[in-house]
């Protein structure tokens, strides 16, 4: 199960990577990165979640 803790004072920065299936934005912070939900089934095998708390 994914369990991500993300502290309530997280700094979080998007940014535009053109080299990321041909350009998309994400959102990071030093413990998460979100890519649009669309574009997951685009990436490497790994945990997704769809709602956060």
């Given at each position: 199960?994914?369990?991500i ?16 299936l ?8 030093k ?18 979640a769809?709602w956060?708390?």
């Amino acid at each position: 199960m994914l369990a991500i803790k993300v502290p309530k004072d997280e700094q979080f920065q998007y940014s535009f990577d053109s080299n990321l299936l041909g350009g998309l934005g994400k959102i990071e912070s030093k413990t998460l990165k979100a890519i649009p939900y669309y574009a997951w089934a685009h990436r490497e095998m790994g945990e997704m979640a769809v709602w956060l708390n």
